[in-house]
């Protein structure tokens, strides 16, 4: 008899310790669904916010001077600036960057081009067989330049190219030969494939303006204007003189680089884009290319 109570104490304790852990497991998953749903929220949220972000920029760009005006009423352009400089808009973190501030390597002047590599510390052999291989890159014919490389030259390596035209993406620079030069992430922010209408310097990265203006103090003066919005035509060559060429202006572009970022707690998201506005179409005034979400290179 008292084996019998034994043996059925045990059972119970056996049955408590399992509905116990079933208990705990019912629990737990319970807690996981809920942060799961939790963060499928937050992450909705988050891009909700980013895509109100980003209609409200584009209608500003649309409909606004591309000038920040701190007495407007468009809160984007009363904080706008067009050298990447970040501003808040709504949780959203926004920066633009004017194609006509970096380097075009489709349209850009060959001095600006060598001044630029030279400000990222690369070695002057290098950048004479980069230019010359960019340079036989896009042209039509299979002469090769002095320090260039043409058809056969890829061919022997078993790599795609020349293309024998324009440069479609900053991805296709990766195959020029001697783009290794510089690192993926310094061709995105330094350079465009963009034709730009020409380089305006009030608008460029520090590191692009040293290396046009060559005098850190100058150049540390002019973004103090800049940051300023004091940073003029007239302000720029009171500082630097004008011995510039004709590829320099201080015009806007009508293309521009953009990336949003929202960020909730542990969840962050991104989005980058290429916007063309096109003012005298009726049909299609903005394109929108090279999209890239969650891509944090630059």
Not at 181 to 186: F, S, V, Y
Not at 243 to 261: A, P, Q, R, V, W
């Amino acid at each position: 008899m008292h084996f019998q109570r034994g043996i059925a104490l045990i059972q119970v304790l056996i049955i408590s310790f399992i509905l116990s852990m079933l208990g705990l497991y019912i629990m737990q998953t319970t807690r996981d669904q809920i942060k799961t749903t939790y963060t499928i929220q937050n992450a909705m949220n988050l891009r909700l916010q980013l895509e109100t972000a980003e209609a409200r920029v584009i209608n500003a760009l649309l409909s606004e001077f591309k000038l920040k005006n701190k007495d407007s009423e468009n809160k984007v352009a009363s904080q706008w600036s067009f050298y990447y400089e970040p501003f808040e808009l709504d949780n959203v973190q926004v920066q633009i960057q004017d194609l006509n501030g970096l380097i075009s390597l489709n349209s850009t002047d060959k001095q600006l081009l060598y001044d630029a590599l030279t400000a990222l510390e690369v070695e002057s052999e290098d950048i004479n067989e980069f230019v010359d291989s960019l340079a036989d890159w896009k042209d039509e014919d299979n002469l090769k330049r002095r320090n260039g490389a043409e058809r056969n030259h890829y061919e022997v390596l078993a790599k795609p190219g020349p293309r024998n035209g324009y440069i479609q993406s900053t991805a296709e620079v990766g195959y020029i030969n001697k783009s290794e030069i510089l690192t993926k992430k310094q061709w995105g922010k330094y350079f465009t494939v963009e034709p730009v209408t020409g380089f305006n310097p009030s608008l460029a990265p520090e590191l692009i303006l040293k290396s046009y203006v060559k005098d850190d103090t100058k150049v540390a003066k002019l973004i103090e204007l800049r940051d300023n919005e004091q940073l003029t035509k007239h302000s720029f060559y009171d500082i630097v003189p004008d011995d510039t060429g004709e590829f320099i202006n201080f015009l806007s572009g009508s293309t521009y680089h953009i990336k949003l970022t929202a960020k909730m707690q542990d969840q962050k998201v991104t989005k980058k884009f290429t916007i063309k506005l096109r003012a005298r179409s009726i049909t299609r005034p903005v394109v929108i290319t090279n999209v890239m979400w969650n891509i944090d290179e630059n």
